[in-house]
């Protein structure tokens, strides 16, 4: 919920968090993380995922994710473990 994602041909994949006004808060790298980091990352910034498509969104949800950039995690670094872009090229992100 209040997610879009758009393939941009070329580009490095980040997420880009806007304000309600939707003035750019902060760019999030993403190529260096798992589908697991990304999906946590997603989650601790306040994101609600909906059991389906059509599912209703709960009321505290309904203007999610609204925390300061105070309130937000630190950027996090690349674990040791680590997949090679390569690696992510082939992978499908259908759960984001």
Known sequence: HNLEMKHLPGADPELVLLSHRYEELERIPLS???REEINQLVQE??????????A????????APAKSLLTLPPPRAP??????PSEHDNEEHRDL
């Open 56 to 63: 209703p969104v709960p009321e505290e949800f309904r203007f």
């Open 79 to 84: 674990a040791a473990d680590s997949k090679t």
């Open 32 to 34: 260096d993380m798992t």
């Open 45 to 54: 910034l306040g994101f609600y995922r909906k059991e389906t498509p059509d």
